[in-house]
């Protein structure tokens, strides 16, 4: 095996792979993954963190070690990528940070927004408008939560590119477009706000969500479960069940940890946002922020 370190997610890792895996296409996929991937030599005499080895797709751990099996033809793809990053949300979950499905930007003021919502919500697009208004983009889609050393809760960067579908050409799939201007770093989290943008919604509104519902309560938990969960990456298909293997990556003590982050949330300003269109939810945010 030949042993890396792994930089993915804003977390560091050693991880051990097999000798000769050709990893070119899983450095490719970079720019799809918070913190990006990055293989750098690593020392062979410490125990890994991750092991990856090639055959029948299986996950198991033992001790501190997640040990994938895939595939030979899938370990040297950009699966490898996004696999490794799946199992490492175990170690990222102890360092006190989380990957959620959202979307994430700074405001003017340097704090940051998280935008969340179902696919086809409007984050992107919204982002997209709030960025030509003199916002920061700051991950789209996937973006890591935590808290700092201080217990400040922030946003680290997420993915740095942004599926964005061309209007001429409703039907070609969507390219992905780099995120400009983008963060450097971690901002403090000032705002959630849960989004619905659509041409039905004629009344702007923007209204508050705390006290949380039971519903939304629900909704948080889901979403920081989720990546630890790996139910986002199944890696055996259909065989057995429907979504593949649940990881056994999560613990009692990570579960308290995510209660603790969502009441932290509800200490935050949290609203919902509904608009007819992108353009009058950046409109609507932004005339709340220089309020």
């Not at 740095?160 to 450097?184: G, M, Y």
């Not at 919604?201 to 949380?212: C, G, K, M, Q």
Request: charged share 20%; glycine share 8%.
């Amino acid at each position: 095996m030949s042993v890396y370190r792994l930089v993915t997610g804003h977390v560091c890792a050693r991880l051990a792979l097999p000798e000769q895996l050709d990893t070119r296409t899983a450095r490719g996929a970079e720019r799809a993954l918070p913190g990006g991937w990055t293989l750098t030599a690593g020392p062979a005499t410490e125990a890994a963190d991750i092991e990856v080895t090639t055959g029948a797709a299986a996950v198991t751990v033992a001790a501190e070690t997640v040990r994938l099996r895939l595939p030979a033809d899938v370990a040297a793809s950009d699966t490898l990528a996004y696999v490794t990053y799946t199992a490492l949300e175990r170690a990222r979950q102890q360092q006190r940070k989380v990957t959620v499905h959202a979307t994430a930007l700074m405001a003017p003021d340097g704090r940051a927004v998280l935008l969340l919502g179902a696919k086809g919500a409007g984050k992107t697009s919204t982002a997209l408008a709030l960025a030509t208004r003199g916002w920061t983009h700051a991950g789209d889609d996937l973006v890591v939560l935590g808290e700092m050393d201080d217990g400040t809760v922030a946003v680290w960067p997420g993915k740095p590119a942004a599926a964005v579908r061309d209007p001429a050409r409703p039907l070609a799939p969507k390219p992905q477009q780099a995120l400009k201007p983008f963060a450097a770093g971690p901002a403090p989290l000032a705002r959630v706000v849960r989004m619905a943008v659509h041409p039905a919604l004629e009344t702007a509104s923007l209204t508050p969500a705390v006290p949380l519902s039971v519903n939304e309560r629900l909704r948080l938990h889901e979403m920081l479960g989720r990546y630890i969960s790996g139910l986002p990456t199944p890696i055996t298909g259909v065989t057995g069940v429907p979504y593949g293997p649940v990881w056994p990556l999560d613990t009692p003590a990570l579960a308290r940890w995510r209660s603790h982050v969502i009441a932290r949330l509800a200490d935050c300003r949290f609203d919902y946002l509904h608009a007819s269109g992108p353009a009058t939810a950046a409109d609507l945010l932004t005339k709340e922020e220089a309020g």
